[in-house]
């Protein structure tokens, strides 16, 4: 299989800046998702003993599950450009795959942050009082997360780009 | 210049799905903004009264200001569809343009599903009480307009991979 194309000089999707950029993309989220489950911190607020941690916020807990999902489909498809770098048909099927991970994290990062802004800045019509005061090092973990989802973003939109491109090479 | 490919026999990118459903993304990013928009609700909570609005939420503003971005770029991509199919290097720039219109709606979505989650079942360790028990119809109106919100998504999704598998073709 391999093989037929052997004779013909076909336009390689560029495998070195594909794998290095996807090592980075796990190397990312994988970072951004052990901050914010190693993420806690206890403070007294009056007296009363006020706990911080990631599982007690639903769009934290979705960041943390969208970067194990992102590491999994990146892990994957950086074996699938490995191998089928010159199969036309796949590389286009790559470039799906690609373009649901990029999506899966932005929606993450963005559900994240909002619950995040709400924690730093409180919501004062809905009697939301913001969090950061007591729980300063917390939030600042919580954002050194956010910024590392982001770069995993950012790096698998770069990625999309680029399959898309090469597919049209294919 | 249109002139040049009229021996070419070009497979067209299908124009008519293109303009159908550009014109139901704006439909729907357009009702999914006025609904937030009008979104208003007072209620009487232990006799302090109590006004819920689109604008006291930062995620429901950016979902507000992604729909317009959203409404402006399809109205432009559909003009640019128009003009534009046969010509090999813009249909990828079409694909680039519906990519970056995309993660714009599915963020802008997430962000403000994340803060409605807030606001429906609140989040107890962090002191912030749900508030849809008393503005019962402004939730359902967030609802509303989350739910055309990832319509529009769903279509601009649609629409990317089509551009992308169509400029594959030119």
């Known amino acids: 299989m391999m093989g037929d194309n052997e004779g013909r000089r076909t336009p390689l999707l560029n495998l070195g ?5 996807r090592v980075l993309t796990i190397g990312a989220a994988m970072a951004s998702m052990w901050v914010m489950i190693t993420n806690r911190e206890v403070a007294s607020v009056y007296g009363i003993a006020f706990e911080a941690k990631y599982s007690y916020s639903s769009a934290f807990r979705y960041l943390v ?21 010159r199969r036309r048909g796949l590389v286009f099927a790559l470039f799906f795959f690609d373009l649901l991970t990029t999506l899966t994290a ?31 090092g917390y939030c600042s973990r919580v954002t050194i997360s956010l910024a590392m989802s ?4 950012i790096l698998l939109f770069i990625l999309t780009v680029l399959t898309a491109s090469a597919a049209r090479h294919y």
């Open 17 to 21: 800046v594909q794998v290095s950029m």
């Open 65 to 85: 599950y969208a970067q194990i999902a992102v590491c999994a489909a990146t892990l994957f498809t950086l074996v699938w450009a490995c191998l089928a770098v």
């Open 106 to 136: 932005i929606s993450a990062f963005s559900a994240a942050f909002a619950e995040g802004y709400v924690g730093k800045y409180g919501n004062k019509q809905a009697g939301w009082l913001p969090i950061c005061g007591y729980v300063h």
């Open 150 to 153: 982001f770069a995993s973003f």
